[in-house]
């Protein structure tokens, strides 16, 4: 498992000779859209506003673009270090040895190289407040407002409520039966708006079966009761990962109920900012969380019941983590403080027992 570690601060300059700091986040060859490096970028981002620090993103395509030049990824990025200063806050899963070697001898911060459940964990993040299966991720207050305003505007004239459905990783004999009780929905309101939204794990099959049955279902009432598909893989392969509005996050805001069918621990982490519980088809793994009272059973309903959702406080772990990251970087700047300073720190701490020097790398 990645750790978090430490570089000594006094080695080298810090990043615009200390005026502001750096916060870098490099996600090498991994999907921007995923779930998980989404979090990765989205804490990273926490960091940056919560310390007035610049934030920068750079992935293998952007290292490329910037310094053509060089020949691998590890070279691009020692050179980053030296146009740009080692950053405070350097968050990446992917470091070789010479990087590494770098941050040693000339870094300014800390490296974040956990993620999801795994920098929870690293942190401390206590599983008594939080079920083990919420983790952080990209999403701000501010995010999910402004993307809300823009889904409403594109969406106005569709009937409410709306009803949210993120389709994750369901087999055809799941699909049917969450077809099935979507449409028996048409039973409890006399109109509404079912909007389904694919992500880069849908099974394409699952999902072309799912959309048959629930249209076949609604069948006779679709002035009504319309259906709006979202298909992500579709999009990607038309216009490219960076050139298409997603409106996942829109109907995070926006939707009157929200499910997710399937598991996945972003896509029932997300929502939970929205201040508001989350339907679920997978109580049985998700049994923290129902219990918290996040999440709904879909199962718990008889056939076309309506939905019922409640309002609860704001589940926002990412906010949590980025503070936890923060004090660990002011505590490892306090100690490693000049010579005659840290000396005396380092008697007052052998006297309260604890290790008296620092080390240079440190797993949290």
């Known amino acids: ?3 978090q570690q430490d570089f000594n ?37 926490r960091v940056a506003q919560e310390t ?22 590890e070279e691009r990025l020692l050179q980053l270090f030296e146009d740009k200063g080692c950053p405070d806050f350097l968050f990446s899963r992917w470091l070789g040895f010479r990087v590494h070697q770098a941050l040693e001898e000339k870094g300014t911060g800390v490296v974040i190289s956990n993620i999801n459940e795994q920098l929870a964990d690293s942190l401390g993040m206590p599983h008594r407040k939080y079920p083990q299966e919420i983790v952080p991720h990209h999403l701000s207050p501010e995010e999910l407002q402004y993307q809300g305003q823009r889904f409403a505007e594109e969406y106005q004239e569709l009937p409410r409520p709306f009803i949210g459905v993120n389709l ?9 039966s969450l077809a099935e009780r979507l449409a028996a929905l048409k039973n409890a309101y006399p109109e509404a708006t079912f909007f389904i939204c694919s992500c880069h794990r849908t099974d394409e099959r699952a999902q072309r079966h799912f959309m048959k049955m629930l249209r076949e279902g609604l069948q006779g ?40 069918a399937g598991t996945s621990m972003s896509m029932i982490s997300e929502p939970l900012v929205a201040g508001r519980t989350v339907h679920t088809t997978e109580e049985h793994v998700y049994k923290a969380s129902v219990e918290k009272g996040y999440l709904r059973p879909l199962s718990g309903y008889p056939l076309g019941i309506a939905l019922r959702t409640h309002n609860i ?25 000049p010579p005659g300073l840290l000396s ?20 949290v």
Not at 168 to 176: D, K, L, Q, R
Not at 221 to 237: G, I, N, T
Not at 239 to 254: A, K, S
């Open 1 to 3: 498992m990645a750790v």
């Open 9 to 45: 601060v006094n080695a080298a300059p810090p990043y615009n000779n200390g005026a502001k700091p750096l916060v870098l986040v490099d996600i090498a060859h991994d999907e921007p859209g995923r779930g998980d490096t989404h979090g990765y970028i989205g804490i990273a981002r």
């Open 313 to 337: 406080t704001p589940v926002d772990m990412t906010g949590e983590c980025a503070e936890r990251i923060i004090q660990r970087h002011a505590k490892m700047k306090e100690q490693t403080r």
């Open 52 to 73: 007035n620090a610049e934030f920068m993103y750079v992935d293998n395509h952007v290292l490329e673009d910037m310094y053509p030049q060089l020949r691998d990824r």
């Open 344 to 363: 005396r720190m380092a008697v007052k701490l052998k006297l309260q027992g604890a290790p008296p020097v620092p080390q240079r790398y440190m797993s």
């Open 168 to 176: 994750v990783s369901m087999n055809e004999g799941g699909t049917a």
């Open 221 to 260: 009432s679709e002035d009504k009761f319309p259906v709006v598909e979202f298909d992500y893989k579709a999009q990607m392969a038309q216009q490219g990962q960076h050139n298409f509005w997603n409106p996942y996050v829109g109907l995070i805001d926006q939707a009157d109920h929200l499910i997710v």
